[in-house]
């Protein structure tokens, strides 16, 4: 299958903690990118990191890419209850993008 | 700045019958995509086009399933006869012309419409 594997499926920390999720791939990419989506919402676009970038910072957010290893991590410091959502990691490949099963991430306050 | 619109929210019918949902980008996106999101898993890529061409349909159901982008701007996506399985979250995205820009771009998604079979 094209989709990767993202880990855990759920993470519940407590509100102040930071939070890691990582996304395995399969196939050579061009760019990934992490999107948002709280509950009954659509996808809100987080932060892209290209084939040839290693980390990436965005205010709280950091995107990290192994290339070698197929893999992603996303990391969320300082989280808040609104950070509470489910984390996806898309995967662009050519003109296509692929979406893993994500990770769904409670903080509480 | 307008975001995507899609239309209904919320659908319910029955087994074998027709539904067809809307969608309406960002104004000067050329690429458009419909996803189905079944509960408690990612999002799936059903169609992509760029401006009113398809550049990927290998994951559309196209004995029941179409989608149609005529005049490069809005779109339709429709379902013919629905199945029980089709439940799900349809998620329509719009994003800029990456393919002529050179830069990877991000995309920005609709509300999505929540189809029921019953």
């Known amino acids: 299958s094209q989709q990767g594997e993202e880990d855990p499926q759920a993470l519940s920390i407590q509100e102040g903690e930071n939070a890691t999720m990582n996304c395995s791939y399969k196939t050579s990419i061009n760019n990934l990118q992490w999107y948002r989506q709280n509950s009954g919402r659509g996808l809100v676009h987080l932060i892209l990191?290209?084939?040839?970038?290693r980390e990436k910072h965005s205010g709280r957010l950091r995107v990290t890419l192994d290339t070698s290893k197929k893999s992603s991590s996303l990391l969320i410091t300082a989280s808040r209850a609104a950070d509470t959502a489910s984390y996806f990691c898309?995967?662009?490949?050519?003109?296509?993008?692929?979406f893993g099963t994500g990770t769904s991430l409670t903080v509480i306050p | 700045e307008a975001g995507v619109a899609q239309s209904p929210r919320y659908k319910i019918i029955e087994k074998r019958q027709s539904v067809a949902f809307w969608c309406n980008p960002i104004?000067?996106?050329?690429?458009l995509y419909w996803y189905q999101q079944i509960l408690g898993q990612g999002p799936k890529l059903l169609i992509q086009?760029?401006?009113?061409?398809?550049?990927?349909d290998s994951q559309l159901p196209k004995d029941r399933f179409s989608a149609e982008r005529l005049k490069g701007v809005d779109s339709t996506l429709k379902i013919q006869p629905a199945k029980l399985e089709d439940s799900a979250v349809y998620l329509c995205?719009?994003?800029?012309?990456?393919?002529?820009?050179?830069?990877?771009?991000?995309?920005?998604f609709g509300p999505g419409t929540r189809l029921t079979v019953l």
């Open positions: 086009f760029q401006n009113n061409g398809v550049v990927d």
């Open positions: 104004s000067g996106h050329a690429t």
């Open positions: 990191i290209r084939s040839n970038e």
């Open positions: 995205a719009s994003s800029s012309n990456f393919l002529t820009s050179g830069r990877p771009a991000k995309q920005f």
């Open positions: 898309a995967r662009n490949t050519g003109n296509q993008f692929y």
